[in-house]
């Protein structure tokens, strides 16, 4: 699964997406996640505490259980990497990059 942010975006609306998303028919936990966030995104309302909020959310869902985050932002990375350490994920995987490449070996090692 692979989704892309650009422009402005309102988190409710990331965390919305991922909710539906997990409600096809055709998604599976054995997906592994793809998350691009370009570095000129605008996430309104992305707070640690809310990051980690709906992390937490993905960790105790029947959701894909791999997630690679590529964050060209600086600020961004911060919010995620912080929400990472806050969460200390057990069943999921989650990692931040700074560009693709990386994230897509990442992944395809598991």
């Known amino acids: 699964m692979q989704a892309r942010v650009s422009d402005s975006v309102h988190f409710l609306d990331f965390v919305n997406f991922f909710a539906k998303l997990q409600k096809d028919p055709q998604y599976s936990p054995a997906l592994k996640s793809l998350v691009v966030i370009d570095g000129d995104a605008h996430m309104e309302n992305v707070l640690p505490q809310s990051l980690a909020s709906f992390l937490g ?24 990497s912080a929400a990472l350490r806050t969460l200390a994920p057990r069943r999921v995987k989650f990692q931040v990059f700074d560009e693709e490449l990386s994230a897509l070996h990442w992944l395809k090692s598991f």
């Open 57 to 80: 959310k993905v960790e105790q869902s029947d959701g894909s259980n791999t997630w690679a985050i590529v964050l060209s932002n600086g600020t961004h990375k911060s919010v995620f």
